[in-house]
């Protein structure tokens, strides 16, 4: 699976922004897809995550504020953040979890990440 991920910039506190990741591929192998985020210096950590059957979760530093949704016809995830805050500046990862079998029938479990798009959000 191939992600391409787009939609960041520079944004004020308060604004809204909506991210896209829009798979390629092997899509029938797709479990779930997640947004991570990574600051300057720390760790890259689930934002929010939806699976096949189109359950989601969210970090609590982003509930209420963010969506986590999908269009199956474009093959694409969102992200669409509101109320933005300096806080949620990073560059952020989409990442698909891929169950499929090999042409040998074995079982493979892989993760598959985008690019990253920098989100930035000024006080």
């Known amino acids: 699976v191939q992600l391409q991920a787009s939609g960041g910039g520079l944004v004020q506190a308060g604004d809204s922004l909506r991210l896209s990741c829009a798979a390629s591929?092997?899509?029938?192998?797709?479990?779930?897809t997640g947004w991570y985020r990574q600051a300057p210096g720390k760790q890259r950590d689930l934002v929010a995550r939806i699976t096949s059957s189109g359950s989601t979760n969210y970090a609590d530093s982003v509930k209420g504020r963010f969506t986590i949704s999908r269009d199956n016809a474009k093959n694409t995830v969102y992200l669409q953040m509101v109320s933005l805050k300096p806080e949620d500046t990073a560059v952020y990862y989409c990442?698909?979890?891929?169950?499929?079998?090999?042409?040998?029938?074995?079982?493979?479990?892989?993760?598959?990440w985008g690019q990253g798009t920098l989100v930035t959000v000024s006080s």
């Open positions: 591929g092997n899509i029938a192998s797709i479990q779930a």
């Open positions: 990442a698909t979890e891929n169950f499929y079998y090999n042409a040998n029938s074995e079982p493979v479990a892989e993760r598959n």
